[in-house]
Structures are given as structure tokens and as C-alpha cells.
């Protein structure tokens, strides 16, 4: 989608990529780092992880840009095939407008974010949902039947089935709502004053919004320490999309990369449920489901066994 062409697993400079982003999002979230974006010009010349993460998000940054030099050199913007070429128009007609939020650096940046969400948030989430159906077999199996009278024996699973398999999106919702990837989300200034139960926000002021605050509060949710699909489903067992769940990211608010990151989880999660059967290794009878916090909140490593469908039948 960014570049146009699949990469081969094999390839060594996605490799390298891929534990770049790794090692910048579990290091970017050390109080060290913290410190860095806090007093940079003083932390510049301490060791620590934020110059692990500082150097990891360099090298993706450099990847981004020879992929559009490449893309410019090729001329592709006449006829664009993916965001990158369609990026890159928007920056030859803006030159003469002198519209200036449209540039090579903030297009290596909008490409950074796609690999963190596209690649890294939703391989962790996918980590939370396979420990989470080893956890609980019984959910697990509510959701292999449903895809099994829903899909039968179809091959593939597109984005579209979600409308078809209510129980699995509740799943899938309820995965994201009590192990999300993020603690926070990302951060918002805002555009006016704004009086938010008494307490005014400058315009120009910075928001963080605690996600915590909402998927944890007892007040929204029926069990909200306690892994629940019931939370996205109503009495006949229908998918409900609840406004708490989407109260940080709605309409227009929501980026491009969670759109992608979610559509990715759903069609990751769903062929591997449907391949598979997870589970904890004989003797095993639980693994900790307490998050490590970095950028993200990942669990911890974990062992876990996926049986192929057709030796369990």
C-alpha cells in the first residue's frame, strides 16, 4: 500500500526494518527517552535507550526516503499507484500554492506511522490475541464454530466478512479494548479554547488522552478488568459498536493507519482462528498476562502450541 510491491520475507533491508521499528517502540517508551524529548540538548550526551530508539527510528527514516527517491526518479506521480505516488503529487501541486504541509519530510513521516501501525501495533495485538484464546478455550471455540457455519470451507477471509461474524468482531474489539497496543493515544492541540468540565484548555494546548480512562472505567463497561466479548454484543448477540470504544477516534478523526491496522488484525486474527487451534503447552496452566510498557504495552514471551484443525477433528 505505501510502496506499491509486496516485500519478500527473505529480504534483508526489511528485516533490518522490522527490528528497527522493534527496538524503537519498546525503547521509546523508557523514562529515559522521556527525559530525552523533555531536555534533548542535555541527554544528548548520557547513554541509554533513547539513543537505541533515537538511532532504530533513524534508520526507518532513512528506508522511507530511499524508497521516495526511488519512486520520484521513476516518475510514478503521473500515474499513481500507491500512497507514496499519490503523496508525492499533492507536493508538486502544492509548490505552487507554497502549501508547505505537503513535503518529502512529512511524507516520511506519514510513511513511518504506517509501518509502526501497519507492522508493529497490530503484531502486537495478534501476540495479545493468541494468548488470550490459549487463556480461554471456551471463547476460542465460540469463535471457530461461528466462522465454520458462516465461511464453511472458503479459503480466504476479506475485510467485509466482519458484518457476517458478529461474536469473532466482539472478540477482536474486546481483545483491542483490554490489551491495547498503546496506553495513550496520539497526541492532539487544540485548534480553539475548550472548557472540558470546568477546567479550560488554552487553544495551543497539547491533549494526551489516558485510554485507561475509558476501557477500564466501571462506570462504562460490565466486567472491565475481565476479558468479556458480551461488552460488544446485545441480547440477541449482535456486534454493537459502542460509543466508549470509539470515543477517542470518530469519523474523519480516525487516521489512516488505524483504519489499517484494524483491517489487518481483523484478516490476520481470522485466517489464523481459522486455521488453527492455540494453545498453552501441556502442563502449562496459564502465562501472565501483565503487559511490559515501552511505547507500547506488549506481553511477555509466551509459549504457545497451534494445532492444525484437521488433526483435532
Given amino acids: 500500500m505505501t510502496f506499491g510491491h509486496r516485500v519478500p520475507l527473505e529480504d534483508k533491508d526489511s528485516q533490518q526494518v ?15 527517552y522521556a527525559l530525552h524529548k523533555q531536555f534533548p540538548c542535555f541527554m544528548r550526551y548520557f547513554p541509554g535507550p533513547h539513543k537505541n530508539a533515537l538511532s532504530s527510528r533513524e534508520l526507518v527514516l532513512s528506508f522511507t526516503k530511499k524508497a521516495i527517491k526511488k519512486h520520484k526518479e521513476s516518475k510514478a506521480a503521473n500515474e499513481p499507484q500507491d500512497f507514496t ?22 511524507l516520511a513521516e506519514c510513511v513511518f506511522d504506517f509501518l509502526i501501525s501497519g507492522a508493529e501495533s497490530t503484531a502486537i495485538s495478534l501476540q495479545w490475541a ?6 480461554h478455550p471456551d471463547i476460542q471455540d465460540k469463535v471457530h464454530k461461528e ?21 469473532t468482531s466482539a472478540v477482536i474489539h474486546e481483545i483491542q479494548r483490554t490489551k ?23 487553544k495551543g494546548t497539547f491533549i494526551n488522552p489516558n485510554l485507561n480512562s475509558v476501557f477500564l472505567d466501571p462506570k462504562l463497561w460490565e466486567t472491565p478488568e475481565k476479558f468479556n466479548p458480551s461488552h460488544f454484543l446485545d441480547k440477541d448477540g449482535q456486534f454493537v459498536s459502542r460509543e466508549e470504544f470509539q470515543l477517542l477516534a470518530t469519523g474523519s478523526d480516525v487516521s489512516l493507519e488505524d483504519k489499517l491496522a484494524r483491517t489487518e488484525l481483523f484478516i490476520f486474527f481470522t485466517n489464523l482462528l481459522k486455521t488453527f487451534i492455540f494453545q498453552l503447552p501441556e502442563g502449562e496452566k496459564k502465562a501472565s498476562k501483565e503487559p511490559r510498557i515501552g511505547l507500547t504495552t506488549y506481553p511477555h514471551s509466551y509459549k504457545i502450541c497451534a494445532v492444525p484443525h484437521h488433526k483435532t477433528s
Avoid at 472458503?154 to 466478512?161: A, F, G, H, I
Avoid at 497496543?181 to 479550560?200: M, S
Fill in 18 to 32: 522490522a527490528d528497527a521499528i522493534e527496538s524503537a517502540v519498546k525503547s521509546g517508551g523508557s523514562f529515559v
Fill in 85 to 106: 505516488d499519490f503523496y508525492w503529487l499533492q507536493v508538486e501541486k502544492s509548490k505552487a500554492g507554497h502549501n508547505t504541509a505537503y513535503n518529502e519530510e512529512n
Fill in 130 to 135: 493468541l494468548l488470550l484464546m490459549a487463556s
Fill in 147 to 167: 466462522m465454520e457455519k458462516v465461511l464453511g470451507s472458503s479459503n480466504s477471509v476479506s475485510s467485509q466478512d466482519w458484518k457476517k461474524l458478529p461474536y
Fill in 180 to 202: 491495547h497496543a498503546f496506553l495513550f493515544r496520539i497526541i492532539k492541540q487544540c485548534a480553539k479554547d475548550v472548557n472540558v468540565f470546568g477546567f479550560l484548555a488554552p
